[in-house]
Structure formats: C-alpha cells, structure tokens
C-alpha cells in the first residue's frame, strides 16, 4: 500500500466528515440549551481494517470550542468539549474542535470508548461509548 495515497484517502474521509456535519447543522438556531445530545457514531469501517479508528461525533446544542473556565459556561450557545477515556482508563484528554476523534496505534482486539460532553467549566453534561475491535 502506497503510504501517501493512505494518508490522502484518511484526509479527504475526514474532509467529507466535516462537510456533512456541516450540511446537518447549516439552518439550526441554538435550539434549547437546557439538553445536550451528544450523537457518537461507530467507527469508519474502511479504515478500521487498516487499524484506523475514526469516530464522528456531532453535537446539538454545544459549541465544541477550546474555551474554558466559568465566564466560558455562561455564553450562548453553549460552549463545551468532550472528555475522552479509552478502555475504562482512570484518565482522560479533552477533545476542543467538532473534527472527529482519530485514533491509531492500538492493540489488536476490543476496545471501549467514552466520550463525555462536558460545558466550559468541565461539568459533564451527558456521555456515550462506543464500543469496537481493531482487527
């Protein structure tokens, strides 16, 4: 496999990704900013054969953004990133941009993800996983 025509095909997936997620959102308000749903999809099978794992998120009502602290919480819409735990971890990394989560270099077999939505003051607003297995 050619190792630059891989990392353009990862490119342009993860382009189209962002491009529909666009295309979801374009006409949205800021809708009801007492809910925050969180939609996870299962990884991208394609290039979860070639121990890629790429897991497209969106969420509804909260700005993904890298802003933090309590000034940050009380904007409109809502801002917020997601706190991501692997395989039941007892520590997390904060995901700040709607782009999807990429992952690589993992063992083969399952694996778990959670993603938690959290707002600017790391208050966890709801959470989902996403369970798969590299092969």
Not at 11 to 18: G, Q, S
Not at 114 to 133: G, M
Request: aromatic share 6%; charged share 15%; proline share 7%.
């Amino acid at each position: 496999m050619n190792p630059a025509r891989f990392c353009l095909g990862i490119v342009f997936t993860l382009w189209c990704i962002n491009a529909a997620q666009g295309a979801e959102h374009s006409g949205h308000g800021t809708g009801d900013q007492t809910s925050a749903p969180l939609s996870v999809s299962d990884p991208i099978a394609p290039l979860l054969l070639k121990g890629v794992v790429v897991i497209p998120f969106r969420s509804e009502s909260v700005k993904i953004a890298p802003l933090y602290g309590e000034a940050a919480a009380q904007v409109v819409p809502r801002l917020g990133h997601l706190h991501v735990t692997l395989d039941s971890a007892s520590w997390h990394w904060v995901h700040a941009d709607d782009g999807p989560i990429v992952l690589q270099g993992l063992s083969s077999g399952k694996h778990q993800l959670t993603l938690e939505l959290a707002d600017a003051a790391h208050r966890i607003l709801t959470s989902r996983t996403v369970e798969f297995i590299v092969p």
